[in-house]
DNA sequence: CATGAATGAGAGTTCATTCAT
DNA sequence: TATGAATGAACTCTCATTCAT
């Protein structure tokens, strides 16, 4: 299991710097996904922490570096996550079942995470080395493999990824705007359903 | 015969209101798109476009009107059409594939265009009055009809709208990065295809 | 009698460009009073008027002009004025009662231009040339006359002059503010009364 | 023994943001007076304090804070003095004379300040709350008083005391314009005078 | 580690003025 | 004469970042 930005155990444990440096990257965090980075400034985010300006320059070198932490970090960690729980099951339909629960546990956790990776930030994925897994990469090797046991009808595999993407990602979006008001883990089987649906699995 | 120096067509140009705002609006566009609104200044415009930065207010209020302006109107017009393919259809596969080739015709057409609509500053939306028609108003309408005439089975709208837009969009954003290379309107009949397995019809 | 700005029988015989003239002095004199000079812009004053701000530049070589002229030209006109009554009248009593008189029907019939000249624009005086009589100099004039004669004590002409003036502006002030309801000309013989007991006449 | 490039007490005058921010009040106290407020610009103020203009919004939320922070802390503490030097002495022509007499003192001391609370920003005291009282409101205090006991012939209280003010006011204006050369409390007594005549004590 | 005054660059915007039409 | 698009300089203000303390 993951731990998303941080650990409430942990924090226990940890210095006053290291607390700080999480209180400033979740004060972050809000405010990336509420208003936007260019519309937040550095001061927005130290006076929601409640230190001054200067202190955020020792935890983190600046501005860019303090979103790309962010993004990069939790990133991987959930593209990683999305491949783990995708190689324990055997089959298409487990391991969609199994990715979309993923998804749906990191929307209902932590929405604002959710957001910030996924759609508000989720551009910023072309700054990372192609060597690195992303969650889109995590998709298509399910949809890639799922094509190649025959679970599935060969197509071409990006749309095919895609279109799975669309479906988890747009009702999320709905979710946030409220058009939609169930939590998405309650949604996973129809989620599940509908994506089975758009693979022909 | 006297020969001026600046040709006539330019000297029009240059003095030509409405082509002038037109320009603006343009540079406005693949800027916004490009860079996004919050990275674009007023001086990137107006440079793109080959006027200083004061000649801008003449034709808009300011940056906030200028990005507004080119949202609603074009956004409300893209519904407008959606409305209008949908409405000359029977039938929910149909209608589905005649906004599918909306969509597809709009993102060929005019990329940047969609992408400022649909994926940059779709979350604008909101600022529109309830009794405006958007896109996704005109999604939710197709999919209640179909409901309601008995052509897909019965679920929750919102879920089906949103799963039928992702697939659309994500699609379309995986064109915008390179990671398809078909155009939107060659694939316009396998988009369809699955979004009439989404929705069961 | 003096002509205030322009006199209505004139302007019809006038042609267009005499009479737009004449609108933009009255509508820089009521915004410069309003909103003061820096705060008023061109467009305010064209706007006003009615003609776009190219037009202005027709009837004054620029704004600081403009203002000068207003300021310059009633200025002095009213200085005359008030040299003129004086100089029909004997006696420091009379004088007083006439000059009071003429600053009274000056506010009366114009407020904004005598607010314009004598509370918001009269340190531009300092610009007008050694040898232009100001409306200062037409009430130290008559200080000095009064001295002379015998009408008053003795005393330091300035201190006089700037204390009778003192009186009038100030009263013309509290009125502008509405701490006072009668107009000035119903005033006046209570100012005439407050300035002989001034300079002890 | 270390010795800094710069001294400690230059370091702390630098640093300091009592001191910078109460050089920043006087810079534009005498810039205001000089050029007027529209004409004076930041740059001006912070210029002339050695310091760049993003410094001072640190200590003033903006320009125009700036300027009624200086006009109504002084006005309101003013007109205080004004009271104080007032209650303390019985009978209209003590008290006269004890107003008068603050007033040459403020001129004498801190002309700039006089000029700014009395001569260009007295328009403001109209955005005090009518709560708080005004130098106006110390002179009408004691006309009024002075009614009351029969020191005074009555008559509109208000003219009276727009007349004592102008008498004042006025007679400051010409020694700032150098057509009187003493010095306003040298003038104290001969001032007394005029203003007990005016009202006739 | 934290403070907060200061920097310096750049943002959006306004405005007096010009000039081709 | 009038128009109004365009200019260019100035404006107020914001912000990421630095650094003496």
């Not at 710097?17 to 980075?37: D, H, N, P, W, Y």
């Not at 020792?58 to 190689?87: C, M």
């Not at 399910?142 to 990602?169: R, W």
Request: some cysteine.
């Amino acid at each position: 299991m993951i731990v998303y930005l941080h650990s409430e155990f942990r924090a226990v444990a940890l210095r006053d710097g290291r607390e700080t440096k999480e209180r400033i990257s979740r004060a972050a965090l809000t405010l990336f996904v509420q208003k936007g980075f260019a519309e937040t400034s550095i001061r927005d985010i130290t006076s929601a922490v409640g230190i001054t300006e200067g202190a955020l320059y020792r935890h983190f070198p600046g501005k860019d570096q303090l979103a790309w932490d962010l993004f990069s970090t939790n990133y991987i960690s959930f593209a990683t996550e999305l491949t783990r729980v995708r190689i324990g099951k055997s089959g298409f339909s487990e391991q969609v079942a199994a990715m979309v629960e993923a998804f749906c546990r990191l929307f209902d956790q932590d929405p604002e995470l959710f957001s910030y990776l996924l759609l508000v930030q989720h551009n910023e994925s072309g700054k990372l080395p192609d060597t690195i897994k992303t969650p889109v990469d995590a998709v298509r090797d399910c949809v890639i493999d799922g094509m190649e046991n025959g679970d599935i009808p060969k197509a071409d595999p990006e749309v095919l990824t895609a279109s799975l993407l669309g479906v988890v990602l747009q009702v999320a979006t709905a979710r946030i705007y409220g058009r939609i008001e169930k939590g998405l883990s309650e949604m996973k089987d129809d989620l599940t359903a509908i994506c089975l649906r758009v693979a022909q699995a």
